[in-house]
Protein backbone atom coordinates (compact mmCIF):
# COMPACT_ATOMS: atom_id res chain seq x y z
CA UNK A 1 0.00 0.00 0.00
CA UNK A 2 1.36 3.71 -0.87
CA UNK A 3 0.76 4.91 3.18
CA UNK A 4 2.77 2.13 4.30
CA UNK A 5 5.77 2.56 1.66
CA UNK A 6 5.62 5.99 2.73
CA UNK A 7 6.05 5.02 6.32
CA UNK A 8 8.91 2.99 5.51
CA UNK A 9 10.86 6.00 3.62
CA UNK A 10 10.33 8.27 6.02
CA UNK A 11 10.92 5.90 9.19
CA UNK A 12 7.68 6.83 10.61
CA UNK A 13 4.67 4.39 11.66
CA UNK A 14 2.21 4.58 9.36
CA UNK A 15 -0.42 6.08 11.69
CA UNK A 16 1.41 9.09 11.47
CA UNK A 17 1.52 9.18 7.74
CA UNK A 18 -2.33 8.52 7.46
CA UNK A 19 -2.76 11.25 10.08
CA UNK A 20 -1.11 13.71 7.52
CA UNK A 21 -2.05 12.88 4.82
CA UNK A 22 -5.92 12.29 5.15
CA UNK A 23 -6.49 15.97 6.52
CA UNK A 24 -4.07 17.88 4.29
CA UNK A 25 -4.04 15.47 0.49
CA UNK A 26 -6.98 12.91 0.18
CA UNK A 27 -9.84 13.74 0.87
CA UNK A 28 -8.27 16.74 2.42
CA UNK A 29 -7.54 20.11 1.73
CA UNK A 30 -5.83 19.82 -1.24
CA UNK A 31 -8.01 17.56 -3.22
CA UNK A 32 -10.53 20.18 -1.68
CA UNK A 33 -9.38 22.99 -2.81
CA UNK A 34 -8.78 21.68 -6.89
CA UNK A 35 -12.28 20.37 -6.48
CA UNK A 36 -13.78 23.28 -5.43
CA UNK A 37 -12.09 25.24 -8.20
CA UNK A 38 -13.91 23.33 -10.87
CA UNK A 39 -17.00 23.08 -9.37
CA UNK A 40 -17.56 26.66 -8.67
CA UNK A 41 -16.26 26.92 -12.65
CA UNK A 42 -18.55 24.51 -12.96
CA UNK A 43 -21.67 26.04 -11.29
CA UNK A 44 -21.02 29.08 -13.15
CA UNK A 45 -20.76 27.70 -16.71
CA UNK A 46 -23.73 25.38 -15.98
CA UNK A 47 -26.07 28.43 -14.76
CA UNK A 48 -24.64 30.46 -17.88
CA UNK A 49 -26.20 27.25 -20.22
CA UNK A 50 -29.37 27.20 -18.93
CA UNK A 51 -29.82 31.15 -18.40
CA UNK A 52 -28.30 31.67 -22.24
CA UNK A 53 -25.29 33.98 -21.66
CA UNK A 54 -21.70 33.08 -21.48
CA UNK A 55 -20.33 32.52 -18.32
CA UNK A 56 -16.12 32.67 -16.85
CA UNK A 57 -14.35 33.04 -20.59
CA UNK A 58 -12.03 36.50 -20.67
CA UNK A 59 -9.73 34.55 -18.11
CA UNK A 60 -8.22 32.33 -19.98
CA UNK A 61 -10.58 31.72 -23.32
CA UNK A 62 -8.94 28.61 -24.80
CA UNK A 63 -9.99 27.03 -21.30
CA UNK A 64 -13.51 28.29 -21.59
CA UNK A 65 -12.51 30.22 -18.73
CA UNK A 66 -11.23 27.25 -16.08
CA UNK A 67 -8.45 29.72 -14.99
CA UNK A 68 -11.23 32.53 -13.78
CA UNK A 69 -11.11 30.64 -10.18
CA UNK A 70 -7.27 30.85 -10.04
CA UNK A 71 -7.62 34.19 -11.13
CA UNK A 72 -10.37 35.01 -8.31
CA UNK A 73 -7.82 33.59 -5.41
CA UNK A 74 -5.40 35.90 -6.70
CA UNK A 75 -7.55 38.48 -6.08
CA UNK A 76 -8.99 37.92 -3.09
CA UNK A 77 -5.46 36.82 -1.49
CA UNK A 78 -4.13 40.80 -2.00
CA UNK A 79 -6.95 42.67 -1.53
CA UNK A 80 -7.06 44.28 2.20
CA UNK A 81 -8.82 42.83 5.10
CA UNK A 82 -10.82 45.53 6.29
CA UNK A 83 -12.41 45.61 10.03
CA UNK A 84 -15.21 47.63 10.18
CA UNK A 85 -14.68 50.18 13.02
CA UNK A 86 -17.53 49.00 15.24
CA UNK A 87 -17.28 45.11 14.31
CA UNK A 88 -15.76 43.40 17.57
CA UNK A 89 -12.49 42.59 16.23
CA UNK A 90 -11.21 39.43 17.70
CA UNK A 91 -14.33 37.59 17.02
CA UNK A 92 -14.56 39.13 13.27
CA UNK A 93 -11.08 37.64 12.04
CA UNK A 94 -10.85 34.77 14.43
CA UNK A 95 -14.26 33.57 13.63
CA UNK A 96 -14.13 32.42 9.89
CA UNK A 97 -10.45 30.62 10.27
CA UNK A 98 -11.79 28.84 13.15
CA UNK A 99 -14.86 27.31 10.92
CA UNK A 100 -13.18 26.67 8.08
CA UNK A 101 -10.74 24.29 10.48
CA UNK A 102 -13.28 22.83 12.28
CA UNK A 103 -14.67 21.72 8.96
CA UNK A 104 -11.35 20.36 7.74
CA UNK A 105 -11.26 18.47 11.11
CA UNK A 106 -13.97 16.24 9.69
CA UNK A 107 -10.96 14.89 6.94
CA UNK A 108 -9.57 12.82 9.53
CA UNK A 109 -12.68 10.86 10.37
CA UNK A 110 -14.32 10.44 7.07
CA UNK A 111 -12.82 7.81 4.91
CA UNK A 112 -11.44 8.74 0.77
CA UNK A 113 -11.26 5.05 -0.30
CA UNK A 114 -10.06 1.75 1.73
CA UNK A 115 -7.93 2.27 4.10
CA UNK A 116 -7.67 5.90 3.27
CA UNK A 117 -8.60 7.96 6.38
CA UNK A 118 -6.96 9.71 9.34
CA UNK A 119 -7.78 7.91 12.00
CA UNK A 120 -10.22 5.23 13.04
CA UNK A 121 -12.71 5.47 15.15
CA UNK A 122 -15.80 3.09 15.74
CA UNK A 123 -18.02 6.15 15.54
CA UNK A 124 -16.94 8.08 12.82
CA UNK A 125 -20.06 8.94 11.79
CA UNK A 126 -21.45 10.48 15.26
CA UNK A 127 -18.07 12.92 15.10
CA UNK A 128 -18.10 14.03 11.40
CA UNK A 129 -22.14 14.83 12.07
CA UNK A 130 -20.78 16.63 15.63
CA UNK A 131 -18.33 18.68 14.25
CA UNK A 132 -20.66 19.68 10.85
CA UNK A 133 -23.18 20.79 13.75
CA UNK A 134 -20.68 22.88 14.94
CA UNK A 135 -20.36 25.52 11.83
CA UNK A 136 -23.71 27.62 12.62
CA UNK A 137 -22.53 28.34 15.80
CA UNK A 138 -19.22 29.90 14.30
CA UNK A 139 -21.59 31.71 11.44
CA UNK A 140 -23.65 33.22 14.23
CA UNK A 141 -20.61 35.11 15.76
CA UNK A 142 -19.56 36.34 12.18
CA UNK A 143 -23.05 37.84 12.13
CA UNK A 144 -23.02 39.58 15.57
CA UNK A 145 -19.39 40.49 15.18
CA UNK A 146 -19.69 42.46 11.95
CA UNK A 147 -21.84 45.02 13.77
CA UNK A 148 -23.92 45.23 10.42
CA UNK A 149 -27.81 44.63 10.57
CA UNK A 150 -27.85 42.68 7.03
CA UNK A 151 -25.39 40.69 8.53
CA UNK A 152 -27.39 40.50 11.98
CA UNK A 153 -30.41 39.11 10.00
CA UNK A 154 -28.43 36.03 8.38
CA UNK A 155 -26.88 35.10 11.35
CA UNK A 156 -30.48 35.10 12.63
CA UNK A 157 -31.29 32.99 9.77
CA UNK A 158 -28.60 30.62 9.90
CA UNK A 159 -30.01 29.99 13.43
CA UNK A 160 -32.99 28.84 12.40
CA UNK A 161 -31.93 26.85 9.27
CA UNK A 162 -29.42 25.34 11.09
CA UNK A 163 -32.17 24.03 13.72
CA UNK A 164 -34.29 23.18 11.06
CA UNK A 165 -32.20 21.23 9.04
CA UNK A 166 -29.76 19.66 11.32
CA UNK A 167 -32.86 17.73 12.93
CA UNK A 168 -33.90 16.20 9.54
CA UNK A 169 -29.86 15.32 8.65
CA UNK A 170 -29.93 13.84 12.07
CA UNK A 171 -32.93 11.65 12.23
CA UNK A 172 -31.92 10.21 8.52
CA UNK A 173 -28.59 9.44 9.86
CA UNK A 174 -29.41 7.51 12.77
CA UNK A 175 -32.04 5.50 10.37
CA UNK A 176 -29.15 4.60 8.12
CA UNK A 177 -26.66 3.40 11.03
CA UNK A 178 -29.47 1.81 12.69
CA UNK A 179 -30.69 0.01 9.54
CA UNK A 180 -26.25 -1.49 9.35
CA UNK A 181 -26.28 -1.86 12.73
CA UNK A 182 -22.33 0.45 12.95
CA UNK A 183 -21.11 3.75 13.54
CA UNK A 184 -18.59 3.61 11.56
CA UNK A 185 -18.17 4.50 7.66
CA UNK A 186 -15.85 2.01 6.73
CA UNK A 187 -18.02 -0.72 8.48
CA UNK A 188 -21.02 0.72 6.58
CA UNK A 189 -19.22 -0.07 3.55
CA UNK A 190 -18.85 -2.82 3.95
CA UNK A 191 -21.89 -3.83 4.99
CA UNK A 192 -23.00 -2.92 1.94
CA UNK A 193 -20.21 -4.54 -0.11
CA UNK A 194 -21.01 -7.82 1.83
CA UNK A 195 -24.74 -7.92 1.03
CA UNK A 196 -24.80 -5.80 -2.67
CA UNK A 197 -26.94 -3.91 -1.67
CA UNK A 198 -26.46 -0.08 -1.29
CA UNK A 199 -28.11 2.22 1.35
CA UNK A 200 -29.84 4.21 -1.75
CA UNK A 201 -31.75 1.39 -2.40
CA UNK A 202 -32.34 0.22 1.16
CA UNK A 203 -33.65 3.29 2.28
CA UNK A 204 -34.36 5.50 -0.43
CA UNK A 205 -36.26 7.93 2.27
CA UNK A 206 -33.71 8.28 4.53
CA UNK A 207 -31.22 8.80 1.19
CA UNK A 208 -33.43 11.31 0.19
CA UNK A 209 -34.10 13.15 3.98
CA UNK A 210 -30.11 12.94 4.15
CA UNK A 211 -29.60 14.95 0.44
CA UNK A 212 -32.50 17.59 0.77
CA UNK A 213 -30.85 18.46 4.61
CA UNK A 214 -27.41 18.66 3.50
CA UNK A 215 -28.82 21.70 1.01
CA UNK A 216 -30.18 23.03 3.50
CA UNK A 217 -27.41 23.06 5.84
CA UNK A 218 -24.92 24.05 3.08
CA UNK A 219 -26.65 26.75 1.67
CA UNK A 220 -27.63 25.65 -1.93
CA UNK A 221 -30.42 26.15 -3.95
CA UNK A 222 -33.67 26.00 -3.53
CA UNK A 223 -32.62 26.52 0.42
CA UNK A 224 -29.96 29.43 0.07
CA UNK A 225 -31.58 31.82 2.89
CA UNK A 226 -28.61 32.46 5.19
CA UNK A 227 -26.61 34.35 2.38
CA UNK A 228 -30.05 35.63 0.05
CA UNK A 229 -28.45 38.51 -2.06
CA UNK A 230 -30.71 40.02 -3.59
CA UNK A 231 -32.09 40.13 0.21
CA UNK A 232 -29.45 40.90 3.00
CA UNK A 233 -26.26 41.22 0.76
CA UNK A 234 -23.97 38.12 1.40
CA UNK A 235 -26.01 37.67 5.03
CA UNK A 236 -23.17 37.08 7.93
CA UNK A 237 -20.21 37.37 5.11
CA UNK A 238 -21.44 40.85 4.42
CA UNK A 239 -18.41 42.70 6.07
CA UNK A 240 -15.73 40.14 4.98
CA UNK A 241 -13.02 40.76 2.05
CA UNK A 242 -9.99 40.04 0.94
CA UNK A 243 -8.60 36.51 2.46
CA UNK A 244 -11.65 36.11 5.17
CA UNK A 245 -13.89 36.30 2.59
CA UNK A 246 -12.81 33.86 0.39
CA UNK A 247 -12.63 31.28 3.50
CA UNK A 248 -16.05 32.37 4.61
CA UNK A 249 -17.31 31.52 0.73
CA UNK A 250 -15.14 28.03 0.93
CA UNK A 251 -16.82 27.18 4.01
CA UNK A 252 -19.94 26.12 2.34
CA UNK A 253 -18.44 24.26 -0.23
CA UNK A 254 -16.80 22.26 2.68
CA UNK A 255 -19.57 21.35 4.32
CA UNK A 256 -20.73 20.49 1.05
CA UNK A 257 -17.65 18.34 -0.31
CA UNK A 258 -17.61 16.41 3.62
CA UNK A 259 -21.67 15.74 3.16
CA UNK A 260 -21.25 14.54 -0.14
CA UNK A 261 -18.53 12.47 1.18
CA UNK A 262 -20.78 11.17 4.01
CA UNK A 263 -23.08 10.54 1.48
CA UNK A 264 -21.30 8.32 -0.63
CA UNK A 265 -19.92 6.47 1.86
CA UNK A 266 -23.33 5.22 3.35
CA UNK A 267 -25.58 5.31 0.42
CA UNK A 268 -23.76 4.91 -2.45
CA UNK A 269 -21.52 1.89 -1.48
CA UNK A 270 -18.58 3.65 -0.84
CA UNK A 271 -15.76 2.60 -2.75
CA UNK A 272 -17.96 -0.40 -4.08
CA UNK A 273 -16.90 -2.70 -6.42
CA UNK A 274 -13.04 -1.98 -5.69
CA UNK A 275 -11.15 -3.02 -2.51
CA UNK A 276 -7.56 -1.77 -3.40
CA UNK A 277 -6.97 1.96 -2.30
CA UNK A 278 -6.26 3.59 -5.89
CA UNK A 279 -9.31 2.38 -7.61
CA UNK A 280 -11.35 2.10 -4.31
CA UNK A 281 -10.82 6.17 -3.87
CA UNK A 282 -11.36 7.41 -7.35
CA UNK A 283 -14.54 5.30 -6.79
CA UNK A 284 -15.13 7.37 -4.11
CA UNK A 285 -14.01 10.64 -5.88
CA UNK A 286 -15.90 10.22 -8.60
CA UNK A 287 -19.31 9.54 -6.78
CA UNK A 288 -18.87 12.67 -4.73
CA UNK A 289 -18.31 15.26 -7.50
CA UNK A 290 -20.75 13.91 -9.37
CA UNK A 291 -23.27 14.93 -6.64
CA UNK A 292 -22.08 18.02 -6.03
CA UNK A 293 -22.31 18.59 -9.63
CA UNK A 294 -25.86 17.92 -9.19
CA UNK A 295 -27.00 19.91 -6.63
CA UNK A 296 -25.02 22.74 -8.37
CA UNK A 297 -26.84 21.81 -11.18
CA UNK A 298 -30.18 23.14 -9.34
CA UNK A 299 -29.33 26.44 -8.87
CA UNK A 300 -29.95 26.78 -12.88
CA UNK A 301 -33.47 25.48 -12.54
CA UNK A 302 -34.60 26.17 -9.20
CA UNK A 303 -35.68 29.45 -7.28
CA UNK A 304 -35.40 30.37 -3.74
CA UNK A 305 -37.66 28.99 -1.39
CA UNK A 306 -39.18 31.66 1.57
CA UNK A 307 -37.91 31.00 4.75
CA UNK A 308 -41.98 30.44 6.00
CA UNK A 309 -41.92 27.77 3.37
CA UNK A 310 -38.82 26.02 4.25
CA UNK A 311 -39.20 25.63 7.89
CA UNK A 312 -42.89 24.48 7.06
CA UNK A 313 -41.36 21.76 4.41
CA UNK A 314 -39.20 20.35 6.74
CA UNK A 315 -40.92 20.13 10.44
CA UNK A 316 -44.20 19.55 8.93
CA UNK A 317 -43.92 17.09 5.80
CA UNK A 318 -39.94 15.96 5.81
CA UNK A 319 -38.91 15.19 9.22
CA UNK A 320 -41.95 13.30 9.94
CA UNK A 321 -40.76 11.00 7.02
CA UNK A 322 -38.03 10.48 9.26
CA UNK A 323 -40.06 7.83 11.45
CA UNK A 324 -40.88 6.08 8.30
CA UNK A 325 -37.07 5.61 7.15
CA UNK A 326 -36.99 4.38 10.48
CA UNK A 327 -39.42 1.54 10.06
CA UNK A 328 -37.70 1.01 6.74
CA UNK A 329 -34.41 0.85 8.13
CA UNK A 330 -36.02 -2.01 10.85
CA UNK A 331 -37.45 -3.95 8.04
CA UNK A 332 -34.69 -4.22 6.38
CA UNK A 333 -31.80 -4.47 9.40
CA UNK A 334 -31.61 -8.17 9.04
CA UNK A 335 -29.91 -8.15 5.59
CA UNK A 336 -27.12 -5.89 6.77
CA UNK A 337 -27.07 -7.96 10.23
CA UNK A 338 -28.39 -10.96 9.74
Do not use: H
Not at 27 to 53: C, D, N, S, V
Not at 296 to 317: E, H, I, K, N, P
Request: proline residues 5%.
Amino acid sequence: MLLGWLAARLGVPEWAVRAVFAPLVYPGLLTFTLLALFIIWAERKIAARAQMRVGPYYVSPRLQGALQMLADGVKFAFQEIIVPVEAEKWSFLFAPVLAFTIVALAFTVVPGGPGIYGFRTPFSILIATAIIGLTPILAVIMGWAASNKFAFIGASREALVSVTGEATLLASLLATTMMYGVLDFSEAVEKQMATGVIGLVANPIAALLFFIAALLVTDRVPFDLVLGEQEIVQGPYTEYSGLLYALVMALDYAKLYVLMLMFTLLFLGGWMPFTSPLLGSIAVLAKTVALMLFTVFLRAVYGRMRLDQTADMFWSRLFPLALLAFAVSALVRYIYTG
